[in-house]
């Protein structure tokens, strides 16, 4: 390693050191190592970053106004209609999801507990494997990078996920290198998902970076897992949303999820799909009844807004 590559290490690993109002504190002493991996972390998520030129688009269920579709819808769901138009302005969004890797570094560097360490979960758990978290873990993730590096790292609005899984809001049913759905082309084999992790199952998450990015140069948006948005949902939230930089509802007791979950169909994988959860990634039925799940397919990446 070069001198001035040590120099900006230390320079970072002091700066993630001071400051530190996380509400838990380190049960013990971090390392020099430890201090370094932290320090490449925040290298790394800084490098992973991709900008997104604002603009306006066509948000939501784009069947009827797409070639070829004889002016019908792509879903039959009503949480994503109507089309709106939305003009955004320019933003950053990492390339890809947060893996295990990642979180591990973070709670170690705030003093929390990992993850999925023991339990059920435990054997969907691998470095290169997105984290799954509840919102507020999401969300504290990506407050801490803010204080550690002096951005403005957030959640990204479900616009602002949408337009970048669309590449800007392209007519892209999927967000794949073109837009289409090719297994072992452009999305994961059976054998890909069954390599990834130690316990398979076609509910099994694959590894960050293992099919192409879409042609923003961001991989798997709602291809592997279900990933947290800072929008509280309401169901009819589309029918009066604002054209300019819409953030959702001021409230709610859900927080609206964009993608489908690990093992459902390919239409679950729209970029136009929908759905929401409970803060703690329990599912609410149609019914009202409150379903128990499991948190490995609550996924995230961050955002960011120039300061």
């Not at 602002?160 to 892209?172: D, L, V």
């Amino acid at each position: 390693m070069s001198n001035s590559s040590s120099t900006v290490i230390l320079a970072m690993s002091l700066l993630l050191l001071s400051g530190c109002n996380e509400s838990e504190s380190n049960s013990k002493k971090l390392t020099t190592s430890d201090q370094e991996k932290i320090a490449a972390l925040i290298k790394k998520t800084e490098d992973n970053m991709i900008f997104v030129k604002g603009g306006t688009f066509q948000m939501g269920d784009f069947g009827p106004i797409d070639e070829g579709t004889n002016g019908l819808p792509y879903s039959v769901d009503k949480d994503n209609k109507p089309l709106h138009t939305v003009t955004l302005d320019s933003y950053s969004i990492s390339a890809t999801q947060v893996s295990y890797d990642d979180f591990d570094l973070y709670t170690l560097a705030t003093g929390k507990n990992k993850v999925h360490a023991v339990g059920n979960e435990a054997q969907y758990r691998a470095p290169s494997l997105p984290v799954g978290v509840m919102w507020k873990q999401a969300n504290n993730y990506c407050s801490w990078l803010s204080e550690k590096t002096n951005k403005k790292y957030r959640l990204p609005t479900e616009a602002e996920w949408e337009y970048a899984a669309r590449s800007r809001g392209k007519f892209y049913l999927f967000s794949t290198n073109d837009g289409t759905y090719r297994r072992g082309v452009n999305t994961p084999t059976y054998d890909d998902i069954r390599s990834s992790t130690p316990a398979y199952s076609l509910s099994s998450p694959t590894k960050i970076k293992s099919i192409p990015p879409n042609p923003l140069g961001i991989y798997q948006m709602g291809l592997n897992g279900l990933e947290w948005t800072n929008d509280w949902y309401d169901a009819n939230y589309y029918s009066n949303s604002p054209e300019f930089n819409p953030k959702g509802p001021s409230s709610g007791d859900k927080k609206v999820e964009r993608g489908g979950g690990l093992g459902e169909g390919t239409a679950a994988m729209f970029t136009i799909n929908r759905r929401s959860s409970l803060l703690d990634g329990k599912i609410v039925s149609p019914s009202g009844k409150v379903e128990d799940g499991t948190l490995v397919g609550h996924t995230f990446r961050c955002a960011s807004t120039p300061n």
